[in-house]
C-alpha cells in the first residue's frame, strides 16, 4: 500500500462507521425532523382540519413570536451561552412600542427593538467583560428588566388605540389575503438568521466560540464582540417578537412574556443543537419549535383531552429527545 | 544582513515569582533549518519556547526576527509576525471542517459572504503542497489525532509562518504517522522555514534534526551540530555528566533492586482484561514487595490497564485477584475497599480538588473510615493528616492551604497520601512523577521504593526510561493494547525497553 | 512552579484561613446588616416582632428551597423543576386530604422526593446536563400538578391539622418558622460534619477525581437532587397550609430563579464545589427585606426589582474566580 493510499484510509474516510451510527448521527441531527414529519402523517390521516393551508398557516402564526425568539436563543446556545431575559424584553419592547406609536409605525417598531437590543448589547458587554455566567447575567436582566417595565407602566397595561392600524398590521396583517404578516417576519429572520450562521465571519465565529472558546482565543477570534453580538441578536429579536404581540393585543403588556425562555430553549433543544454549544443550526430549531407548535395544535383539534395535559406531553417530548440525543451521541 | 540568522534569542532571563526558570539562554535559528531543543524535564524548554511565541513575556535578553528586534505581547502577535507554534495538546475546532480551522478569522469573503469554494480549494491545494491527503470538508473530530496535528501545522503554515515551533509533535503517533510529519518537515524546509523540534526520542532528533541546543536548569548548556555527535555525549550534555559517571551511577533515586521471591504467590494476578481493541488479554501478576514497571508509547494501553484493575473502565472479560481472592471491581469503590490505590497520570484533571484544602483532598478516600454513623470525625482526620504531612514531607503553609496553590511536586505527594492512609496493598502509579521539580521526584521515588520494601505490590507505569530501568524489578511493555515483552534481571536496559515498544504498528498493515 | 511558601507550619495552625475564604459570606452578611439598620433608622413599623416574623413566614418557602438549591448546585448542578414539585405536592396533599392530614402530607412529600429522585436518575445515569432535564420536568411537572387539581382549579380545604403547619403557633412563634430553623440546623450539619456533604461538594469539586477516590458519585447527585424535591414538597406544603386552599397553576411559580439568586448570592458557586448553608439564608434574607422594605415605603415593588438584579450581578462578580 502506498503511503498516500494508506493517509486516505486513516484520515478522510477516517473509522469505518457502522450502519447504526451512521442512522445514530442523522437522528442525532434530524431526529426532530423525521418526529415532526411523523406527527404531521399521523394528524392527517386523524384530522380533516390539519392539513389545511389555514390551520398550519395559524400554526406558523401561533408559534411566530416563540419562533423568533428561538432563533435569537439558537445563536446564544450555539456560543455555548443562555439568555434567560428574553420574557422581559419581550413586555419591554410591547410596551415601548405601545408607547411610542403615536410618533409613527417605524419610530414605534425601531424604538422598541432598539431599546432590546441596547439591553441584549448589556447582556453580552457583562458576560464578556466581567467574566460572569451568562446563567446568571441573563436572570438578572430578565428579573430588572421585568422590574423596568413593570415601573414605566406603572403595572399596567399601555393600550393601544384601533386608529393605528399601520402598527396592529403587524401582528393582525395579511398578505395576499392568507399570509400573515408575523409568519413573513419569521420566515425571512430565519431566512436571514441561515446566512448570517453560514455566510458570514461572524456566523463561523459563532460557531467556533461553543466548538472551544480557549481555542478560539488562541486562533485570534475577537470572542467578547461575537459573544456581545449573541446577545444583541438575541435581544432585537425578543424585541421583535414583542412587537408582534403587541400588535396582535392592542396593547402593551407588562407582565406579558414570562416562561417563554423556557419554550424557546426547548424548541431549540428538541431541534437537535446541543447546549454545550458548537453543534447545531436555525433550520432545526425551527423543526424544533414546528415539532412542539404543531402538538400544541393537535390538542386543540382533539379537543376531548385537557389542555393541562399539554405541558406534559411538550415536558416529556423534551426529555425523551434529550436521552435519545445523548444515547445517539454516545453511540457514535 | 545576509548574515543574520533567521532568530536569534541572547540572554533571555525569565522569573516567575522569585524562581529563576530560566538564565541568560541563547539560541538561533537559520532559515531551513530543523533545530532541536532538548532538556530534561524542567530544563526551561517549554518557558523559552512560550517567551518565543508571545506567551510569556522575557523579563530580560533580546530576541530578534530577521535581524529586527521582536518583542511579542500575546501568540497572535507572534503569528503575525511569523512565528507559529503547534502544540501537543492540539488547539483546534472539533466540529468545524479542516478548512474553517485552517481559515479561521481570515476566511475568503466575496462581497461580505465566506466564499466557501475557494476557501476549501485553497485549504486542498495547501494540504496538497505539505503531501498530505485530507479531505478540507471533514470535520476535525472525524480525524485522528496525527492529522489533526497536520491540520496544525498546515494553519501554522498558511499563516506564513518564517519559524514553526512543534512541541513533542510525534508522542502520539504511529511510526507511518511519524513518516508523514518527516516529509512535511522537509517539504517546508526545502522552502526556507526554521523548525523548532522538541522531543525526547533521540531517533527522532538525529532522524530530522540539523543541530540541536542543549538546556538544564534553565540554563544554557550547548549547541551543536547533530552530525558526529554521539548520543551518549548528548544524554551527558542533558543530565550534566561526565560519560563515566553516567555508565556507573544512576540518575533516580531508587535503591538496587532486592531480589524477589520468585515462587512466592502473586499478591495481585490480572488475567485476559480485554476491552475492546484497547486491551486485548492482557494478563500479569505482581509480588508483594515487588515494584512492576510497565513501559509503552501513549495510546499503547498502559493507563487502560491500571483503570481496570481499578474498576474505573469496565472490561468485557478478565480476572483480576488479589491476595487469592477474585475482586473484579466493577467501580473505583470497590477496588479501593479491596485495597487498591490508583493514583491517576493527569494530576489536574482526575487527582485533585482544587479549592479544597490540603487536609479535605488527603483525607478524601479515607472518608468512610473516618465516618461512623455518617459523621467524619474531625480528630481522626486531623491525626492522618498530620501524620502523613509529617512522613511525606508536604510543603504547605497549613493544612488548610487550598491544594491549588501548591507545587505539583506537593500536590502529588499530598495525593500519594491520600492513598497511602487508606492503607493499601497494592499501588497503581500512573506517570508518578510527571512534571513535578527534581526534588519531590527524587522523594516521591524513594517512597514507593521503602513503599515495596514494607511489603505492597506497585505497578508502576511510566514513559521515563530510567525511571523504569531503575526502579523496576521487572518490566513489561505495552503495545496496542497488548503485552509486547517482559523484561527481567539483566534484561532490563532503557534500549531493550525502547525496542520493544518501537515495533508499532507492523501488524497493521498486513 | 514557585515554591514560596516552603517552610513547613504546624498543621495545628490548620484553624487559620484567609479572610478572602470567607468574604463572599461576609460581603452577604454585612449587606444585610446594612439593609436592616437603614430599615430600622428610616422604615416605620419595622422594628416589631410582627414585622419580622412576618418576613420570615413570607420567605419561608423560598428559603427551603433555595436550601435544597444549595445541595444541588454545590454539586455543579441546578434544579429548575422546584416550582413545579411544590405545586405538585401542594396538589397531590389537597386531593388527598380526606384520607387524614398525616397520610395526605407523607404522599405529597414521597411524591415530591420521587419527582427530585426521577430529575436525579435522569442526570447522573444519563449525563445529561441538570439544566435540560429539569426544565423539562419544570415544564411537565406544572402540567401535571393541574391535571391532579382538576385542571389547575383552586382547590379549598378545611383541615385545622394541615393548617397547622402554615397557621399554629408554638410559644408565640409560627410552626413553620420553627421548622425551617430545624432543617437549616440540619443542612449546616450536613455540610459541616457528615460524609454526604464532603461527597457533595467533592462531585462538585471534581467529579472524575471524586469518583476515582472512590466516591459514589450516581447516588451523590441522586440524592442530592431528591433532597431538592423534597425541601421544595415541604415548601409547597407550607405555603399551600398558609393560604388554605391549593393553587397548582400559582404556588411555586418562578420560585427556581429567586432560590438561585439566594443561593448565589449567599457565596455558593454555580460551579459547585463549596456550600453556604448560612449564606443561602442571608441570600434569601437579603432578597425578602428588600421587598419589604419597598413595600412599608410605598415605594414601587417593580423598582426593587431592578434592585435585586444589581444585587445578584454585583455579589456573584465579587465572587467570581480569580484566574491563577
Given at each position: 500500500?502506498?503511503?498516500?493510499?494508506?493517509?486516505?484510509?486513516?484520515?478522510?474516510?477516517?473509522?469505518?462507521?457502522?450502519?447504526?451510527?451512521?442512522?445514530?448521527?442523522?437522528?442525532?441531527?434530524?431526529?426532530?425532523?423525521?418526529?415532526?414529519?411523523?406527527?404531521?402523517?399521523?394528524?392527517?390521516?386523524?384530522?380533516?382540519?390539519?392539513?389545511?393551508?389555514?390551520?398550519?398557516?395559524?400554526?406558523?402564526?401561533?408559534?411566530?413570536?416563540?419562533?423568533?425568539?428561538?432563533?435569537?436563543?439558537?445563536?446564544?446556545?450555539?456560543?455555548?451561552?443562555?439568555?434567560l431575559?428574553?420574557?422581559?424584553?419581550?413586555?419591554?419592547?410591547?410596551?415601548?412600542?405601545?408607547?411610542?406609536?403615536?410618533?409613527?409605525?417605524?419610530?414605534?417598531?425601531?424604538?422598541?427593538?432598539?431599546?432590546?437590543?441596547?439591553?441584549?448589547?448589556?447582556?453580552?458587554?457583562?458576560?464578556?467583560?466581567?467574566?460572569?455566567p451568562?446563567f446568571i447575567?441573563?436572570l438578572g436582566?430578565m428579573i430588572a428588566?421585568r422590574g423596568?417595565?413593570?415601573?414605566?407602566?406603572?403595572?399596567?397595561?399601555?393600550?393601544?388605540?384601533?386608529?393605528?392600524?399601520?402598527?396592529?398590521?403587524?401582528?393582525?396583517?395579511?398578505?395576499?389575503?392568507?399570509?400573515?404578516?408575523?409568519?413573513?417576519?419569521?420566515?425571512?429572520?430565519?431566512?436571514?438568521?441561515?446566512?448570517?450562521?453560514?455566510?458570514?465571519?461572524?456566523?463561523?465565529?459563532?460557531?467556533?466560540?461553543?466548538?472551544?472558546?480557549?481555542?478560539?482565543?488562541?486562533?485570534?477570534?475577537?470572542?467578547?464582540?461575537?459573544?456581545?453580538?449573541?446577545?444583541?441578536?438575541?435581544?432585537?429579536?425578543?424585541?421583535?417578537?414583542?412587537?408582534?404581540?403587541?400588535?396582535?393585543?392592542?396593547?402593551?403588556?407588562?407582565?406579558?412574556?414570562?416562561?417563554?425562555?423556557?419554550?424557546?430553549?426547548?424548541?431549540?433543544?428538541?431541534?437537535?443543537?446541543?447546549?454545550?454549544?458548537?453543534?447545531?443550526?436555525?433550520?432545526?430549531?425551527?423543526?424544533?419549535?414546528?415539532?412542539?407548535?404543531?402538538?400544541?395544535?393537535?390538542?386543540?383539534?382533539?379537543?376531548?383531552?385537557?389542555?393541562?395535559?399539554?405541558?406534559?406531553?411538550?415536558?416529556?417530548?423534551?426529555?425523551?429527545?434529550?436521552?435519545?440525543?445523548?444515547?445517539?451521541?454516545?453511540?457514535? | 544582513?545576509?548574515?543574520?540568522?533567521?532568530?536569534?534569542?541572547?540572554?533571555?532571563?525569565?522569573?516567575?515569582?522569585?524562581?529563576?526558570?530560566?538564565?541568560?539562554?541563547?539560541?538561533?535559528?537559520?532559515?531551513?533549518?530543523?533545530?532541536?531543543?532538548?532538556?530534561?524535564?524542567?530544563?526551561?524548554?517549554?518557558?523559552?519556547?512560550?517567551?518565543?511565541?508571545?506567551?510569556?513575556?522575557?523579563?530580560?535578553?533580546?530576541?530578534?526576527?530577521?535581524?529586527?528586534?521582536?518583542?511579542?505581547?500575546?501568540?497572535?502577535?507572534?503569528?503575525?509576525?511569523?512565528?507559529?507554534?503547534?502544540?501537543?495538546?492540539?488547539?483546534?475546532?472539533?466540529?468545524?471542517?479542516?478548512?474553517?480551522?485552517?481559515?479561521?478569522?481570515?476566511?475568503?469573503?466575496?462581497?461580505?459572504?465566506?466564499?466557501?469554494?475557494?476557501?476549501?480549494?485553497?485549504?486542498?491545494?495547501?494540504?496538497?503542497?505539505?503531501?498530505?491527503?485530507?479531505?478540507?470538508?471533514?470535520?476535525?473530530?472525524?480525524?485522528?489525532?496525527?492529522?489533526?496535528?497536520?491540520?496544525?501545522?498546515?494553519?501554522?503554515?498558511?499563516?506564513?509562518?518564517?519559524?514553526?515551533?512543534?512541541?513533542?509533535?510525534?508522542?502520539?503517533?504511529?511510526?507511518?504517522?511519524?513518516?508523514?510529519?518527516?516529509?512535511?518537515?522537509?517539504?517546508?524546509?526545502?522552502?526556507?522555514?526554521?523548525?523548532?523540534?522538541?522531543?525526547?526520542?533521540?531517533?527522532?532528533?538525529?532522524?530530522?534534526?540539523?543541530?540541536?541546543?542543549?538546556?538544564?536548569?534553565?540554563?544554557?548548556?550547548?549547541?551543536?551540530?547533530?552530525?558526529?555527535?554521539?548520543?551518549?555525549?548528548?544524554?551527558?550534555?542533558?543530565?550534566?555528566?561526565?560519560?563515566?559517571?553516567?555508565?556507573?551511577?544512576?540518575?533516580?533515586?531508587?535503591?538496587?533492586?532486592?531480589?524477589?521471591?520468585?515462587?512466592?504467590?502473586?499478591?495481585?494476578?490480572?488475567?485476559?482484561?480485554?476491552?475492546?481493541?484497547?486491551?486485548?488479554?492482557?494478563?500479569?501478576?505482581?509480588?508483594?514487595?515487588?515494584?512492576?514497571?510497565?513501559?509503552?508509547?501513549?495510546?499503547?494501553?498502559?493507563?487502560?490497564?491500571?483503570?481496570?484493575?481499578?474498576?474505573?473502565?469496565?472490561?468485557?472479560?478478565?480476572?483480576?485477584?488479589?491476595?487469592?481472592?477474585?475482586?473484579?471491581?466493577?467501580?473505583?469503590?470497590?477496588?479501593?475497599?479491596?485495597?487498591?490505590?490508583?493514583?491517576?497520570?493527569?494530576?489536574?484533571?482526575?487527582?485533585?480538588?482544587?479549592?479544597?484544602?490540603?487536609?479535605?483532598?488527603?483525607?478524601?478516600?479515607?472518608?468512610?473510615?473516618?465516618?461512623?454513623?455518617?459523621?467524619?470525625?474531625?480528630?481522626?482526620?486531623?491525626?492522618?493528616?498530620?501524620?502523613?504531612?509529617?512522613?511525606?514531607?508536604?510543603?504547605?503553609?497549613?493544612?488548610?492551604?487550598?491544594?491549588?496553590?501548591?507545587?505539583?511536586?506537593?500536590?502529588?505527594?499530598?495525593?500519594?497520601?491520600?492513598?497511602?492512609?487508606?492503607?493499601?496493598?497494592?499501588?497503581?502509579?500512573?506517570?508518578?512523577?510527571?512534571?513535578?521539580?527534581?526534588?519531590?521526584?527524587?522523594?516521591?521515588?524513594?517512597?514507593?521504593?521503602?513503599?515495596?520494601?514494607?511489603?505492597?505490590?506497585?505497578?508502576?507505569?511510566?514513559?521515563?526510561?530510567?525511571?523504569?530501568?531503575?526502579?523496576?524489578?521487572?518490566?513489561?511493555?505495552?503495545?496496542?493494547?497488548?503485552?509486547?515483552?517482559?523484561?527481567?534481571?539483566?534484561?532490563?536496559?532503557?534500549?531493550?525497553?525502547?525496542?520493544?515498544?518501537?515495533?508499532?504498528?507492523?501488524?497493521?498493515?498486513? | 512552579?514557585?515554591?514560596?511558601?516552603?517552610?513547613?507550619?504546624?498543621?495545628?495552625?490548620?484553624?487559620?484561613?484567609?479572610?478572602?475564604?470567607y468574604a463572599p459570606t461576609y460581603g452577604a452578611a454585612i449587606a444585610l446588616t446594612i439593609l436592616l439598620i437603614l430599615n430600622l433608622?428610616?422604615t416605620?413599623?419595622f422594628a416589631?416582632f410582627n414585622n419580622f416574623s412576618n418576613i420570615l413566614v413570607q420567605v419561608t418557602p423560598t428559603m427551603l428551597v433555595a436550601i435544597g438549591m444549595t445541595f444541588v448546585i454545590a454539586t455543579?448542578g441546578i434544579d429548575l423543576s422546584v416550582g413545579s414539585v411544590m405545586a405538585?405536592a401542594s396538589?397531590?396533599?389537597?386531593?388527598?386530604?380526606?384520607?387524614?392530614?398525616?397520610?395526605?402530607?407523607?404522599?405529597?412529600?414521597?411524591?415530591a422526593?420521587?419527582?427530585g429522585?426521577?430529575?436525579?436518575?435522569?442526570?447522573?445515569?444519563?449525563?445529561?446536563?441538570?439544566?435540560?432535564?429539569t426544565?423539562?420536568?419544570l415544564?411537565?411537572?406544572?402540567?401535571?400538578?393541574?391535571?391532579?387539581?382538576?385542571?389547575?382549579?383552586?382547590?379549598?380545604?378545611?383541615?385545622?391539622?394541615?393548617?397547622?403547619l402554615g397557621?399554629?403557633?408554638?410559644?408565640?412563634i409560627p410552626v413553620q418558622i420553627l421548622l425551617l430553623a430545624a432543617i437549616v440546623g440540619l443542612a449546616i450539619f450536613v455540610f459541616r460534619?457528615?460524609?454526604?456533604g464532603?461527597?457533595i461538594?467533592?462531585?462538585g469539586?471534581?467529579?472524575?477525581?471524586?469518583?476515582?477516590?472512590?466516591?459514589?458519585?450516581?447516588?451523590?447527585?441522586?440524592?442530592v437532587y431528591?433532597v431538592s424535591g423534597l425541601l421544595a414538597g415541604i415548601a409547597g406544603l407550607i405555603y399551600t397550609a398558609r393560604l388554605?386552599?391549593?393553587?397548582?397553576?400559582k404556588v411555586g411559580d418562578t420560585i427556581e430563579l429567586d432560590a438561585i439568586a439566594a443561593t448565589v448570592v449567599g457565596g455558593t458557586p454555580l460551579?459547585g464545589?463549596r456550600a453556604s448553608i448560612i449564606g443561602t439564608v442571608i441570600g434569601a434574607l437579603i432578597m425578602i427585606v428588600i421587598t419589604t422594605s419597598f413595600n412599608m415605603?410605598?415605594?414601587?415593588y417593580s423598582w426593587s426589582l431592578v434592585i435585586k438584579a444589581a444585587i445578584i450581578l454585583l455579589a456573584v462578580y465579587l465572587q467570581?474566580?480569580?484566574?491563577?
Open positions: 500500500m502506498s503511503q498516500a493510499e494508506a493517509t486516505t484510509r486513516d484520515t478522510t474516510e477516517a473509522r469505518p462507521r457502522t450502519m447504526a451510527a451512521k442512522i445514530g448521527s442523522v437522528m442525532q441531527s434530524q431526529g426532530a425532523l423525521v418526529m415532526l414529519v411523523v406527527v404531521c402523517l399521523m394528524a392527517t390521516l386523524r384530522y380533516e382540519a390539519f392539513l389545511t393551508s389555514e390551520n398550519l398557516l395559524n400554526v406558523l402564526r401561533q408559534n411566530s413570536m416563540v419562533g423568533l425568539i428561538a432563533l435569537g436563543m439558537t445563536f446564544v446556545i450555539l456560543t455555548g451561552g443562555i439568555d431575559s428574553v420574557g422581559s424584553l419581550l413586555a419591554l419592547a410591547g410596551v415601548v412600542a405601545a408607547y411610542l406609536v403615536p410618533y409613527g409605525v417605524f419610530v414605534a417598531v425601531l424604538g422598541a427593538v432598539a431599546a432590546t437590543t441596547l439591553l441584549g448589547l448589556v447582556n453580552g458587554v457583562i458576560i464578556a467583560k466581567a467574566k460572569i451568562p447575567v441573563t436582566m428588566a423596568l417595565v413593570l415601573a414605566i407602566t406603572d403595572e399596567k397595561s399601555v393600550r393601544i388605540e384601533r386608529t393605528f392600524a399601520d402598527f396592529i398590521y403587524w401582528g393582525r396583517g395579511l398578505i395576499g389575503d392568507f399570509l400573515p404578516v408575523p409568519v413573513l417576519i419569521l420566515l425571512l429572520a430565519f431566512a436571514v438568521g441561515w446566512v448570517v450562521l453560514n455566510y458570514t465571519r461572524f456566523g463561523r465565529h459563532v460557531y467556533a466560540l461553543g466548538d472551544n472558546d480557549e481555542a478560539a482565543r488562541l486562533l485570534g477570534l475577537n470572542i467578547s464582540r461575537t459573544t456581545i453580538g449573541v446577545y444583541a441578536i438575541s435581544g432585537a429579536l425578543a424585541g421583535l417578537a414583542g412587537v408582534i404581540l403587541a400588535a396582535r393585543l392592542g396593547a402593551g403588556n407588562s407582565v406579558e412574556g414570562a416562561g417563554v425562555e423556557l419554550g424557546a430553549i426547548a424548541a431549540v433543544v428538541v431541534g437537535g443543537t446541543l447546549l454545550t454549544g458548537g453543534q447545531g443550526n436555525v433550520l432545526s430549531t425551527l423543526v424544533g419549535v414546528l415539532l412542539l407548535g404543531v402538538i400544541f395544535n393537535l390538542f386543540n383539534l382533539e379537543g376531548q383531552i385537557s389542555p393541562w395535559w399539554q405541558p406534559v406531553l411538550r415536558g416529556v417530548i423534551l426529555l425523551v429527545v434529550v436521552v435519545i440525543q445523548n444515547r445517539l451521541t454516545k453511540l457514535k | 544582513m545576509t548574515n543574520e540568522p533567521l532568530l536569534r534569542m541572547h540572554n533571555i532571563r525569565k522569573v516567575f515569582s522569585g524562581v529563576v526558570a530560566l538564565d541568560n539562554v541563547s539560541l538561533t535559528l537559520e532559515r531551513g533549518e530543523v533545530h532541536s531543543l532538548v532538556g530534561e524535564n524542567g530544563a526551561g524548554k517549554s518557558t523559552l519556547i512560550k517567551i518565543m511565541t508571545g506567551a510569556y513575556m522575557r523579563d530580560g535578553g533580546d530576541m530578534f526576527l530577521e535581524g529586527k528586534p521582536a518583542n511579542f505581547r500575546t501568540p497572535e502577535d507572534a503569528q503575525r509576525a511569523g512565528v507559529v507554534a503547534v502544540y501537543q495538546e492540539v488547539n483546534l475546532l472539533m466540529f468545524r471542517t479542516v478548512a474553517e480551522n485552517i481559515f479561521l478569522n481570515r476566511e475568503p469573503c466575496r462581497f461580505g459572504f465566506i466564499d466557501w469554494a475557494r476557501m476549501n480549494r485553497e485549504t486542498g491545494e495547501l494540504l496538497k503542497r505539505l503531501g498530505l491527503n485530507i479531505n478540507p470538508k471533514a470535520t476535525l473530530g472525524s480525524l485522528n489525532i496525527a492529522m489533526r496535528q497536520m491540520v496544525a501545522i498546515a494553519r501554522g503554515v498558511s499563516l506564513g509562518a518564517k519559524v514553526l515551533v512543534l512541541d513533542e509533535p510525534t508522542s502520539s503517533l504511529t511510526e507511518k504517522e511519524v513518516g508523514i510529519l518527516y516529509e512535511v518537515i522537509r517539504r517546508l524546509k526545502a522552502e526556507g522555514t526554521a523548525i523548532v523540534y522538541i522531543s525526547h526520542r533521540f531517533d527522532e532528533l538525529y532522524a530530522v534534526c540539523d543541530r540541536v541546543t542543549v538546556l538544564r536548569d534553565g540554563k544554557f548548556v550547548a549547541t551543536r551540530s547533530l552530525k558526529g555527535l554521539e548520543r551518549i555525549d548528548l544524554i551527558c550534555l542533558m543530565l550534566g555528566k561526565q560519560r563515566e559517571e553516567l555508565e556507573k551511577k544512576g540518575a533516580t533515586a531508587f535503591d538496587e533492586h532486592q531480589p524477589v521471591n520468585n515462587n512466592a504467590p502473586p499478591l495481585l494476578a490480572v488475567e485476559n482484561l480485554t476491552r475492546g481493541r484497547r486491551l486485548q488479554n492482557v494478563s500479569l501478576d505482581v509480588r508483594r514487595g515487588e515494584i512492576l514497571g510497565m513501559a509503552g508509547l501513549l495510546g499503547s494501553g498502559r493507563t487502560e490497564v491500571a483503570r481496570a484493575i481499578f474498576g474505573a473502565d469496565r472490561t468485557e472479560t478478565g480476572r483480576v485477584v488479589l491476595n487469592g481472592q477474585e475482586i473484579n471491581a466493577r467501580n473505583p469503590n470497590e477496588a479501593i475497599r479491596a485495597g487498591i490505590a490508583f493514583l491517576s497520570e493527569d494530576r489536574k484533571a482526575e487527582g485533585i480538588i482544587p479549592d479544597w484544602s490540603v487536609r479535605e483532598n488527603l483525607t478524601l478516600a479515607a472518608l468512610p473510615a473516618l465516618t461512623r454513623a455518617g459523621v467524619v470525625s474531625r480528630k481522626k482526620q486531623n491525626e492522618i493528616v498530620e501524620r502523613f504531612m509529617r512522613r511525606l514531607g508536604i510543603k504547605a503553609t497549613s493544612a488548610e492551604q487550598k491544594i491549588r496553590e501548591l507545587s505539583g511536586g506537593n500536590q502529588q505527594k499530598v495525593l500519594l497520601a491520600r492513598w497511602l492512609c487508606c492503607n493499601p496493598k497494592f499501588l497503581l502509579l500512573d506517570e508518578p512523577t510527571r512534571g513535578i521539580d527534581i526534588g519531590a521526584k527524587g522523594e516521591i521515588q524513594a517512597l514507593v521504593n521503602e513503599l515495596a520494601k514494607e511489603g505492597l505490590g506497585v505497578l508502576m507505569i511510566s514513559s521515563e526510561l530510567e525511571e523504569l530501568v531503575e526502579g523496576s524489578d521487572r518490566v513489561v511493555v505495552m503495545r496496542d493494547g497488548q503485552l509486547s515483552a517482559e523484561l527481567r534481571g539483566a534484561q532490563i536496559s532503557q534500549d531493550s525497553i525502547i525496542n520493544a515498544m518501537a515495533e508499532v504498528n507492523q501488524r497493521l498493515d498486513s | 512552579m514557585a515554591e514560596v511558601t516552603t517552610s513547613r507550619i504546624d498543621p495545628r495552625a490548620r484553624q487559620k484561613r484567609k479572610f478572602s475564604d433608622a428610616f416605620p413599623g416589631s455543579g405538585i396538589a397531590v396533599t389537597a386531593v388527598s386530604l380526606d384520607y387524614g392530614a398525616i397520610p395526605a402530607v407523607l404522599l405529597g412529600l414521597i411524591v422526593t420521587a419527582v429522585a426521577l430529575n436525579g436518575a435522569l442526570i447522573s445515569s444519563f449525563r445529561i446536563q441538570p439544566i435540560i432535564i426544565l423539562a420536568v415544564i411537565a411537572g406544572r402540567g401535571i400538578a393541574q391535571v391532579i387539581s382538576n385542571g389547575g382549579q383552586l382547590i379549598p380545604f378545611s383541615n385545622p391539622t394541615f393548617e397547622y397557621k399554629g403557633l408554638i410559644a408565640g460534619s457528615t460524609i454526604f464532603r461527597y461538594a467533592a462531585v469539586g471534581n467529579e472524575t477525581a471524586a469518583h476515582l477516590a472512590g466516591v459514589p458519585t450516581v447516588s451523590t447527585k441522586l440524592s431528591a388554605g386552599a391549593s393553587d397548582a397553576s460551579v464545589g415605603n410605598d415605594m414601587k467570581r474566580p480569580k484566574t491563577n
